[in-house]
């Protein structure tokens, strides 16, 4: 028996090895992820830089006092080279006109125009440009309207400029983590973006083999491949065979992307861009661990449920209907990341990450967030890896029958009928 399992997973595994598709996926993703990054810092670095503009106001003070606002920037990511920012006040019809032509004909981006009202401490605040959409400009402008406020309001008040220069400026804030009782500096950004790295590509690995799976079977019934297949092996032994062969050939290109994101963390490329080995990127050796341990029973939970699905449909397109009940789960677990990843020792958090489907990604991220106890570490992880063993059982008595059924769909209690026939 365990000889057929063999051969069934070497077959299932050389087949995908050696496909033009698997070599195509090993080189594109990293060298595609990895030009999405340079594109993403080159544009987050454009869009950090103020283009040239103007402000127009009634109040002159006011004008001044935000400009020197958005000439100082924002200190997290200072301007690279200061923008030209023309000041018009107090406002004229004509001066407002040409500033308008001078925005259509694109010589400056925008102008951003300030009312104040009698009696109104905060000023109508409007900011003209050819882009109907700007979320980055829209929140500096407003940014530098508070600073300015506050800053014309402290002048008001008796306080010199520089003493407001200094009230205004931006306080540094440190990141401490307590790990294991002792208290070590951490660099939450970094820290979040590496763990949420690691939850898409778990996420898209299972998701991708699970759907993977239930094609495989479905193409194979319908070619009748099983038809031979089964004169000299069992269902059995070609379900655990098909599961071991993809999941070898899924943890292969898991490896090889690993080895390159490993050899990239320490190229001088990545120094050139402050990237000093995994650490620096916010993953740590356990991470990683984990990460194989999760991807494991992940994989086998989800790929076994789409052996599961792809015996019981006739076609590609049942399979494409009934996916999203095979991907529910993993979705509802990346939608909650966030509030996992803000409160990963809440109950609703400890709950959902015990319970198996959600376990891969909701018990990783809290491992990746603030490490629980190590007992609720061992029980999620029993309790997936039980789970794991009983879908692949459950799954195997479904197989056995369903991938002989052709030509229809079959029913609820046809499936119920056929775990007593097993």
């Not at 014309?152 to 540094?172: E, N, Y």
């Not at 995994?278 to 740590?284: N, Q």
């Not at 018990?363 to 106890?373: F, G, K, N, V």
Request: hydrophobic share 50%; charged share 15%; aromatic share 8%.
């Amino acid at each position: 028996m365990h000889r057929n399992i063999f051969y069934v997973a070497k077959r299932e595994y050389l087949e995908r090895v050696r496909s033009r598709v698997f070599r195509i996926t090993i080189i594109l993703v990293p060298v595609g992820v990895g030009v999405l990054l340079v594109i993403g810092r080159a544009g987050n670095s454009k869009m950090d830089v103020l283009p040239n503009l103007a402000i127009v106001s009634n109040n002159p003070a006011l004008a001044v006092q935000v400009k020197a606002a958005l000439l100082e920037g924002d200190e997290a990511s200072p301007q690279a080279s200061p923008p030209t920012i023309i000041v018009d006040a107090p406002e004229t019809a004509d001066s407002i006109a040409q500033i308008d032509r001078e925005v259509a004909s694109h010589q400056i981006a925008g102008y951003l125009r300030l009312e104040t009202q009698p009696g109104q401490i905060q000023p109508e605040a409007t900011w003209v440009s050819t882009n109907s959409v700007d979320f980055i400009r829209k929140s500096q402008m407003q940014s530098a309207v508070r600073r300015g406020l506050m800053s014309q309001a402290l002048l008001d008040h008796g306080a010199s400029a520089d003493r407001v220069h200094q009230l205004m400026k931006t306080v540094p804030l440190q990141t401490m983590q307590v790990k294991n009782g002792v208290v070590s500096k951490s660099d939450s950004e970094r820290s979040f973006t590496g763990a949420y790295a690691l939850i898409v590509v778990l996420y898209a690995a299972v998701l991708f083999y699970g759907i993977n799976i239930a094609r495989s079977v479905v193409e194979e019934k319908t070619s009748r491949i099983f038809e031979v297949l089964l004169s000299t092996v069992s269902s059995d032994d070609l379900m655990m065979g098909k599961l071991i062969g993809v999941g070898a050939a899924s943890l292969t290109q898991m490896a090889v992307w690993a080895a390159i994101l490993v050899i990239g963390a320490g190229s001088q490329l990545a120094v050139a861009y402050g990237i000093h080995g995994l650490s620096s990127l916010g993953v740590t050796t356990s991470e990683l661990v984990f990460f194989a341990v999760f991807f494991l029973l992940g994989f086998y939970l989800y790929s076994a449920l789409g052996a599961a699905l792809g015996s019981t449909v006739g076609s590609e397109q049942d399979i494409q209907q009934f996916s999203l009940i095979l991907i529910s789960p993993l979705v509802v677990s990346v939608i909650l990341l966030p509030y996992v990843m803000a409160n990963p020792s809440s109950t609703a958090s400890v709950v959902l990450s015990l319970i198996p489907p959600f376990t891969p990604i909701i018990l990783y991220m809290r491992i990746c967030a603030q490490t629980p106890p190590a007992w609720q570490i061992a029980l999620g992880i029993a309790l997936l890896a039980a789970t794991v063993w009983a879908m692949i059982w459950l799954t195997a008595r479904i197989y056995r029958i369903g991938v002989l059924m052709y030509g229809k769909r079959a029913t609820l209690p046809e499936i119920v009928r056929w775990l007593r026939y097993s």
